[in-house]
């Protein structure tokens, strides 16, 4: 598109550039071409673009990928989008504000990658909705105004490392792969641009409880030029915490690095446990075919032969009939990395399904005090891991507090969402909870029918 052709397709819709709302519209098209070929598309993939104006970008994704969803907050050039690429039924055009869209449903993609040119006035937002963790993309491309992206890449003890520095880093691997310069916008912004490539953080760094990483780091930067044990939580021994980590008691916030930074949450983290794995002496209940207790074994001597024992699964919701799941942790010896129930988890030798339920709403969800309904039973099958495994319901009251050593992410889904899901990407899931899902579509199958979660 050249820049005759932006300002003629401007003036038909009736859009003169808002220099609130941040558009800036690219006219270089071999530019354009570049940014989208660093996306690394692929025939399967499913594309998120935010903020696509008049399609500069999205007219080279055009017949390279198996979906494209845009993303426009401009109304008149939504419509505009939705007449150019009437003719591409792989194409799909949201009028939906990035910055409070919900991206839970992008999970039902299998490969799913993201591409923009954002807006300078609300980036940094943007940013937060679509790549906090748990986030379902593999890979993205985004421009934004060099500051921010010198931000983003900055390394500790200079003015550009903070907040949005540690967030970032902490979920995903940045590099700055282009500099565009104001003169292939039009209009001309008074900065330049840079295109960043951003892919998944593997397993690279320590398991740490990511909600109170993002917790200290925002209050270790509340006030930076402070020490940081001013700017802590009260109860934090920094003496001995400072030594373990070999900084001095009189030391900022920019200068800890981003290891430095995981080290501390995990050294103030009360929930935190030694990377030992699962208890691999734990006593289960070993029973029979009919679900009667025929003895005790270790767990590690339960799972190696392959004895029937019992588990528990438990569906948390909250006031609004959403369903907490979590993400098993890496360190997990069955299904890491999965997504599974709520809640897991073997019934001990000696104890009961309910006595076991309640433990492991307390043991991984720090949820005490609630009534509990048993949803239905499974028999014990390859799905369920041998196990029987009752189904049990609950209603949050309070916050959920997951020790990380277990749990990777949680995150609220409505069951709407989780359906689509588990229809379109199975693999996703742990065994069990598919089992279960099937189980809890049973029971409220006139919900499911009538087409409300």
């Not at 998120?48 to 017949?63: D, F, Q």
């Not at 909870?433 to 809890?440: I, P, S, T, V």
Request: with cysteine; net charge negative.
């Amino acid at each position: 598109m050249t820049a005759s052709e932006l300002r003629e397709i401007l003036s038909e819709a009736g859009v003169v550039p808002s220099k609130k709302l941040g558009q800036n519209f690219l006219v270089d098209q071999n530019t354009a071409a570049w940014i989208v070929d660093q996306l690394e598309p692929e025939e399967a993939d499913t594309v998120v673009e935010i903020g696509p104006g008049t399609g500069a970008l999205t007219e080279h994704l055009v017949g390279r990928v198996a979906r494209i969803i845009l993303i426009e907050f401009d109304r008149r050039l939504a419509e505009y989008l939705r007449r150019r690429f009437s003719d591409r039924p792989e194409v799909t055009v949201f009028h939906e504000d990035a910055v409070r869209i919900d991206v839970r449903p992008f999970f039902a993609h299998r490969k799913i990658k993201l591409l923009g040119n954002l807006p300078y006035s609300a980036g940094g937002a943007i940013l937060r909705n679509f790549l906090k963790g748990p986030s379902p993309f593999r890979r993205a491309v985004l421009m934004l105004q060099k500051e921010m992206i010198d931000r983003i890449l900055a390394g500790p003890k200079c003015k550009d490392y903070g907040v949005l520095t540690l967030r970032m880093q902490c979920e995903w691997q940045a590099e700055a792969v282009k500099v565009v310069p104001p003169s292939c916008f039009i209009p001309r912004p008074m900065i330049d641009s840079t295109v960043m490539t951003l892919v998944p953080r593997q397993a690279d760094l320590p398991v740490h409880d990511r909600r109170l990483f993002d917790e200290l780091v925002r209050r270790g930067f509340a006030q930076r030029r402070k020490q940081l044990r001013k700017n802590l939580p009260s109860g934090i021994d920094w003496e001995k915490v400072s030594v373990k980590l070999g900084l001095t008691e009189t030391v900022r916030a920019e200068e800890l690095s981003l290891d430095d930074w995981v080290t501390l949450s995990r050294e103030v983290d009360p929930l935190f446990e030694k990377e030992e794995g699962q208890g691999a002496h734990e006593m289960l209940a070993v029973v029979n075919a009919d679900d009667e207790v025929i003895g005790s074994e270790r767990r590690d001597v339960v799972h190696q032969e392959g004895l029937t024992h019992r588990a528990v699964h438990l569906f948390v919701l909250n006031k609004k009939g959403e369903i907490f799941l979590q993400k098993r942790s890496r360190l997990k010896d069955c299904c890491p990395g999965l997504w599974d129930s709520s809640a897991a988890g073997h019934v001990d030798a000696g104890e009961e399904y309910e006595d076991c339920a309640r433990r492991e709403l307390q043991e991984e969800l720090g949820l005490v005090d609630l009534e509990i309904r048993e949803v239905g039973k499974l028999g014990a099958h390859a799905d369920t891991g041998w196990e029987h495994v009752r189904l049990f319901a609950t209603l949050a009251t309070g916050p959920v507090r997951f020790p990380c050593v277990e749990i990777e992410y949680g995150e609220w889904f409505t069951m709407e969402q989780i359906d689509v899901w588990v229809g379109a990407v199975p693999e996703n899931f742990a065994p069990g909870f598919l089992a279960c899902w099937r189980l809890w579509k049973e029971a409220n199958s006139a919900r499911f029918r009538d087409g409300g979660a």
